[in-house]
């Protein structure tokens, strides 16, 4: 009897070769589907996430695809598609982290920002939705930082986020009629290498917790393996915060 919940399933994470990413790749891969996942600049890590995938006889690939160019989203959905024949689920964990006094703040970060965090999502969901069917799954990987933000320099991240409650709201409405639901997972402090557990700012934010500790990356990954399986198909249009009490 086949117990892993995605068997059959094709998944792509948009910014899947470390932290978050890589850890849903890896659960979804172990829940049984064929994992696709983009990288911009980590080859190596992308490479050996591929490989350890493989040689337990999953399914990987990776692809290069920066989240800024809507012609490497779309050619990232294609080549998804073309290597195993089918795409029903999108994780859209591509983001950026741009932080400075607001009379500081570039106009290009902020840019940037809504390029990567937002434009992102809507590009990968047009195009992935083309190949989706009934039972198709989109998640986007956003913040509890759209509902709280609590220290200054940080007001377009905070934006970012909050614009994708709404897109995945709005998508939840278009795709709902084919079955395709959609879904905003919003993670607090995580540890990553890009935002560490030890470090003197993680204090600072642990103090704000009702929890007093960081997320680890698996603990993102269940839930979005949740997301993704058969028995969360009543959920849709929904934005779900795992973030120990952040922003209780």
């Given at each position: 009897?086949?117990?892993?919940?995605?068997?059959?399933?094709?998944?792509?994470?948009?910014?899947?070769?470390?932290?978050?990413?890589?850890?849903?790749?890896?659960?979804?891969?172990?829940?049984?589907?064929?994992?696709?996942?983009?990288?911009?600049?980590?080859?190596?890590?992308?490479?050996?996430?591929?490989?350890?995938?493989?040689?337990?006889?999953?399914?990987?690939?990776?692809?290069?695809?920066?989240?800024?160019?809507?012609?490497?989203?779309?050619?990232?959905?294609?080549?998804?598609?073309?290597?195993?024949?089918?795409?029903?689920?999108?994780?859209?964990n591509a983001g950026v982290l741009a932080m400075a006094p607001l009379d500081e703040f570039k106009l290009e970060d902020f840019d940037q920002t809504l390029a990567i965090n937002v434009r992102s999502v809507f590009i990968a969901t047009q195009a992935a939705a083309r190949h989706m069917g009934e039972g198709g799954r989109v998640i986007n990987i956003g913040s509890t930082n759209a509902d709280r933000m609590p220290f200054a320099g940080g007001a377009p991240y905070a934006m970012s986020k909050s614009a994708l409650v709404g897109l995945t709201k709005g998508l939840a409405r278009d795709l709902g009629p084919r079955g395709i639901?959609?879904?905003?997972?919003?993670?607090?402090?995580?540890?990553?290498?890009?935002?560490?557990?030890?470090?003197?700012?993680?204090?600072?934010?642990?103090?704000?917790?009702?929890?007093?500790?960081?997320?680890?990356?698996d603990e993102i990954a269940s839930f979005v393996a949740y997301l993704a399986g058969p028995e969360a198909g009543y959920i849709t249009g929904a934005s779900l915060t795992i973030d120990g009490g952040f922003g209780a």
């Amino acid at each position: 009897m086949n117990t892993q919940s995605l068997s059959g399933k094709v998944a792509l994470i948009q910014g899947g070769s470390r932290g978050i990413g890589a850890a849903i790749v890896k659960r979804l891969a172990a829940e049984g589907a064929a994992v696709a996942f983009t990288y911009v600049s980590s080859a190596a890590k992308s490479e050996e996430l591929q490989n350890s995938i493989t040689a337990t006889g999953g399914k990987a690939l990776a692809i290069k695809a920066d989240s800024a160019d809507a012609d490497a989203i779309r050619h990232a959905v294609d080549a998804t598609v073309e290597a195993f024949g089918r795409l029903d689920i999108l994780v859209n964990n591509a983001g950026v982290l741009a932080m400075a006094p607001l009379d500081e703040f570039k106009l290009e970060d902020f840019d940037q920002t809504l390029a990567i965090n937002v434009r992102s999502v809507f590009i990968a969901t047009q195009a992935a939705a083309r190949h989706m069917g009934e039972g198709g799954r989109v998640i986007n990987i956003g913040s509890t930082n759209a509902d709280r933000m609590p220290f200054a320099g940080g007001a377009p991240y905070a934006m970012s986020k909050s614009a994708l409650v709404g897109l995945t709201k709005g998508l939840a409405r278009d795709l709902g009629p084919r079955g395709i639901t959609v879904n905003n997972v919003q993670p607090g402090p995580v540890d990553t290498d890009m935002n560490p557990a030890d470090s003197e700012f993680a204090s600072s934010l642990m103090s704000l917790m009702a929890i007093g500790r960081y997320g680890n990356v698996d603990e993102i990954a269940s839930f979005v393996a949740y997301l993704a399986g058969p028995e969360a198909g009543y959920i849709t249009g929904a934005s779900l915060t795992i973030d120990g009490g952040f922003g209780a």
